[in-house]
Every structure is written in C-alpha cells, then in structure tokens.
C-alpha cells in the first residue's frame, strides 16, 4: 500500500467532478414506491459504470430492473459490491431545506434524496476506483456490481435474481450498500441484519358501517375483532404468543454478547431523539439494551385504521378495520414460517376472518462477526480513520443480505459514510463531504487488502 | 271530537303554506358541531311560535340558546313538546341530490337538512295547532315548549337548563322531539332511550415516532398499549370486563319482553341494510334479538387511530395511538358511573397511561310502556293511521329524555313521522308529505284526549 498517498491525493483531486456526477444522479427521481424514473436511473447507473470500463447489463428482475457490472483486476479474486438507486418518497416536501431533487453544498454537506441512502455511496465508491484507475492504470481485484431499484420497497425479486444469476455474481466477499459512523464519530461494522415480515392485517364484518345506537349490543364490530386478534399476538409481557413462532430463535453467543457490551450506551441519544421515557420490560442495563434492539424478533403494530378519527364523536359502528404489523426477524427464522404460523394462529383463536396481506418479507442474514474478511475491512479503516472499525454482530434493520449470504456464500460487511444526523428516509437527507472522502479512502485499502488475502 | 274532520281538512288546506314555512326554516343552517348559525336559527323558533300566541324567551344554556315558549287553553292540563332547532352536518355534500340547504319536494317528499331531526316535526306540530286555533280559536290544554339547539353533540347543556327552569318547564306530560313508523307502516311509540357515555382514550407513549427497526424490541409503543386496553375493556364473549360496571344494570321485565316480542323480526332489514351475516353470541331468535338491540349495554370502538394507515407499508412505531369508543347504558347505569368504573379499571389493568376523554354522557331514562299516557298517544292514532301505536319500551339510541323524566317527573311518548328511508344524519334526508300530514292530524288528537284525561 505504498501508493495510498498519492491515491487518496487523487480522492481529494477528483471530488468535485465526482459530486457532480452525484448530484446528475440524485437529480434524476427514481422512487420505487412510485414506480417513478426507475427506468431512466438504470440507465445513468450503467453509464456510469461502463464509463470506468465496466461490462455492464441491465437485466430483468420481474420490477425495476438492476444492473450487473463487472471489471477485472489484478488479483483473481472477486469482490461483490451491492448498491440500489431507488430512493424513499421525498415527501413532507415542505419540510426540505431545498428541493430534495436538486442536490445542494451547505456547511460540509450534500442534501437531496439519495445522496446518502444510497445514490452517495455508489459514486464515493466510484471515486475511489477513479483515483486507483487513474493512479495505476488497474484494479487491484475483481469489481462486480448489483444494483437493484426496489431496496426501499423490500428487495422482492432481489432474492430469486441472485439465485437466478448466481454464477454471474459469484464472488469472495461482498461489500454492502450502506455504512456508519456514530456519535462518536466511530466506524461501524454490521456483521448481521435483522429480518421482516410485514403484513396488513384486515377484518369485514359488514357491507357498510352502521349506527352503534343500532347495532352496538348485536352486530359483529371490525374494529373489536382486530383488536382481539392483535392482543392474541402480543401481551404486556412482550412475549410474541404465536405458537412455535419462537422456536427457531437462536440466541445470542457469549461473543455477540461480548461485542454488543462494547458498544456505548445508548439510552441518553434515545431520550433525546424520540422522548422515550422509559424501556421495554423495565430495561435499564445499556448491554441488555443493545443486545435486545438486535436480538430479539419483534411484533410492532405500525398502524391502526378503524372508523371515526375526527374531532369530537361519531356514533358508528365500523364495517372495516386494519392494521400494519411490522415482525423483525432474527436467524433462523424466515418470513414463510412467519407467515405460515400467523396464520395458524388466528386460525386457532377464532380469527379466520382476519386477512393476511403480506407486504413485504426478508429473511434475517448474519455473517461470523469473526470472519477474515469482516477483520480486513475493519482494520483497513485505521490509517483513514484513526482507528479499526467496531465490528457489531447484527444491526436492528433489515436488508436482502440473506441472498448473498445463502446463495452465494460470501460474507457480507458493512461500510459507509452515515452518520446520527443523516436523515435517511427524512427531508433534508445529507452526507457530510468529509466522511464521504473517508470512505473513498477506506474502499481503495480494503480493495488492496482484499486482493492480497489468503482467504 | 266531533270536529276532528274540519281540523284534519284544515290541516290539508293549510299543508303548502306550513311546508314554506319549513323551507324557510330548513335554509336556515344551524350546526351545532360546527357552531353555525345557532343564534339565527333560534330567533326564526321564536318568531314562528310568536305568531302562533306563544309567549316567548330564548335563554341561555350555556351553549347555543333554548327558544321555551307557552300557550294556555281551555283545560289546565299542560303538555310540554321538545324539539332540537340543530342539525347534522350535511357533509358529505357530494351525494346529495339537491343542496341539503335548499329543500324541495319530489315525489311526494321533502328533502333536505332537517326536514326530518328535527324542524319538520316542530313545524309538523305548528300545522295542528294553526288548524285547531283557525277551527276553535283555542287549543284544548296548555302547550309548553322547548327547543334546545344542540341535541346533534350530546344535549351537553340540556340536563342542568331542565333543572334550573324545572317550575317554567312544569308540565302532565312531555312529547317527543321524534317519531317513527317501520317497514310495516305501523307507528312506533318508544317509551325510553338508552344512555350515552361516548369516550377518547389515547396513550402517548414517546415524543415522536421511531423506526420499528430501532424501537420495535425496546420502545413502548402507543398502539400496543391501546389495543391491550381496548381488550381488557371486551372480549369475544361480548361481555364487559369492568368490575362493577354491569351491577346497576335493570333486567328487562317480562312486560317488556312480551313487548319486544311482539316486534316484527329485525334480521331481513339487518342483512339487507348493512350487509351483516351473523349476529353476535350466534343470536339467531328475533325475539331475543330485539331484547337486546336495545336492553344491553354496549361497549363499541367507534374508531381507531394510530401509525401509519396509507398504502404499503412503512416502518414506523406510534408515538400516539387513540380509540373512540361508545357505550350506550340502560337503567339505571349513568355516565358518572361509567367514567369512575373505567378509570378505576384501567388503572387497576396497568392503563394509568391510557388517557380517557369525554366526548358525551346521557343517563338512560325511560316511562313505564304502561303508563296512561302513552297508551293515551297510542290510542289516538288509530282514527288516523287505521291502527294504534305499537309500544315498544325503549329504543337503542340516546337522547336528553331522562332530565325530562325524573327532573321533572312526566312521561315521555315519541311521535312522529319518521320512516325507514329518511336518511337522518344522511345525505339526502327527507320526510313523506303523506306522514307528516297524518302526525299533525294525530296531535290534534293527542291535544284533545290529553286535555279530557283524568291523569
């Protein structure tokens, strides 16, 4: 790694062609729960890899297309980058600084959508590439690419295409989509993503709703039997009641205990972010709070929708109801078994007329937090950041990692430039210039680390 | 009642001039909920029972004002009528036919905004007295009148103006603001309404929402907590869980079994009208199905608000989560009761988080279905509907007739013109110009036999 120097120069030389080239990407929309531009982002992500002289396809996937890239390199071995260019809705656009689709510098950063989640981290790894092509005239390894426009809508054919395509994106190791710094300014490494399984849960007791002076003492109530339905899932104890629903549940190891326990506490930020006041189950202890975020599947009502919601009363009795439930899945459980043991469940409590509608499933993916190629990346974080990066075992999202991990057998870590104040799927999503010139950095050693290991 | 032809001729002569009057009356919004148009649709009350020789006030209540007003006649015996000059809103105005402010005659019926709850049976009682007074130049008793303007939110200030003004109320017997004739064409006579205690509960378990990849194991989540309270409220066994709550509650007598009885069977119009397929508890008996329409308290979630409820899903764990919920009460549960119970309750299950609102409270009132007086109601009718009033002891809705019953110690009888198409509170609500003519010619009968009565 003799010539870092001079490629981290050509980083620092090169970042203003590439946020422009960033900010062409970010300004074209491409929404996947809209069905908006995806068509037209494919197309700049293929240019923009066949521009660093990628072989570059554009290939079906049953939604959004994705495109699959791959340049050789010196070393035979192969590293898989996983990137998408679909974007969240860029709605409450009042609260945006600037319009969130004309990409603006302000005090370090870059605002728009996508530019972090997850346009940013596609380009700051193209920057990288940029200086080392144009530094040696060569990749140190194998590059190739997927990147698929339906991430922010659940990954749902992302998981058959890499089955489909698994000899093409065969690889060593695998490079995820997003990264973070904390509030510590620390690098971390997620070994493992939760699971989902999430569904609506729906109830029609009548053809329309009626007057509850009417019907109140004899007519079935939709609103009544989601609400027995929902407290047969879940009880105050916050013991999922689902029959064998946590059977497949591996608990944590003493070394992801270990790893969880390093991690600061996190219940000040949690105070202050949202205004939590008090903890689940009456958890006090950080460690077991951390270990819970992660470890624990979870049974999450995300909304309820049910009659009258104005102000004042409206005597009705509700025809309809419905409500979104979101499950986090931790390994091995699987969004087929969820799915299959809900639905024998409200069977069995009398629950037949609750409708299941799936909206979205992941199975849960972890890769050995000891794995070689997790300590490659976080030691190659060092010289850039100062220190290794903190390899944590499992993060409390979700993501289609299970595929690369099951289907093509390559580890998978995170790397990235997010930070607390991101703002992801909010107005006003940024990246700061600075991490985003690190994590350029930091790819460029982990491609020569990468290409030189015995693994 | 010798004369009863040439009133009942007069009545038809002066029908078109009476229904302008409606009309004029009806363009006059007056929506309590939305506090539209109370002051000026008070004085067009006074002003019409002003002609009729009424002496009038319009006084405050607290809320919009109550037009009172008296005429003497010939026996002492005095009747006091309550009307409500407040509407429904007209909302949604989009599937009304015709403006709901703009009354007009098709087919044989009136349509609009209160033509039916309730100005057209104020006006319809207007027509008999005009036909009496034009025919003998006085009315046969004493005539009192109230006419409250907010009967549509609750009578919230209704109980304590009774009260107050119980020796200007004083009264032999009380008719009605509302009538009904069912599906057979046969006039019903309710002999007393359930109560009301319409509630909010809400629970704010954070300051702002959180990701459910972040909060989902460790957050409280406002809609669990509703939906835990919700449930301890009711199970699928329909019956009410709050200690103490069902001990006031009256047994229906064997007279009004046998009254309820004698009602024709519901189930038809149920399945019909709103599409319901089964009844609760498997109730299939008719009989047994009107007893408890209208003699078992309720328990009903009139809404549920929480989370996300748009298309798809979003990943979100509530901050707020909120319920409306209705329960009607039979004798002799009050609102006072039911409040106290509920909170006691829900504190006693752990639900001290849970916030409840009042939004209405009615105590249940009802007169003996043996009393003279309404046998004296039922009887009447039968000259002009070819049958007497089938008595039925009590109805499901509510209303403020219980001040009326035990402040002021008369019984209650409804009467009136309503049918099972008229769309109260609906769009397009309307009245049958055939029974509103046959309810002021049944008034003047009432009138009549009243004034004679020994009671």
Redesign the interface.
Known sequence: MTDHDAIDRRIDDMLDENIQELCRYVAQPSIA?QNRGMEACAAIVASMLEARGFAVETLPTGGPPAVVAERSGRSDKTLLIYNHYDVQPPEPLELWTDPPFEPKVRDGHLYGRGVSDDKGHLTARLLALDAILATRGELPCRVKWVVEGEEE??SVHLPAFVKQHRDRLAADACLWEFGYLDHREVPLLFAGL?G?F?V?LSVE????D????????????A??R???A??SL???DERIRIPGYLDSVKAPSTRDRALMAALPDPTAS?RE????????RG?RDPKE?NV???????C??????????GE????????R????V?F?LVPDQTPEDAERLLRAHLDAE?FSDVRIRV??GEAPGRTDPDHPFLALVARTAEPVYGMPMQIVPM????GPNHAFIHELGVPVATAGFGHPDTRA?APDENLRLAYYVQHAKHLARILDAFAASGA
């Open positions: 729960a809508v659940g939760r989902i999430y609506e007791t009548a053809a329309t009626a007057h509850s002076g009417i019907g109140g003492s004899i007519f079935p109530n609103a009544w989601l609400t027995w929902l407290a879940k009880g105050p949690f972010i949202y205004g939590v006041k008090e903890f689940l958890m709070l819970a975020q992660v470890f624990e599947p979870t999450t009502i995300c909304g309820l929708d049910a009659g009258y919601q004042g009363s409206k005597t009705v009795l509700p025809a109801a419905s409500a979104k979101d986090r009398g909206l979205g993060i409390g999202g979700s799927h």
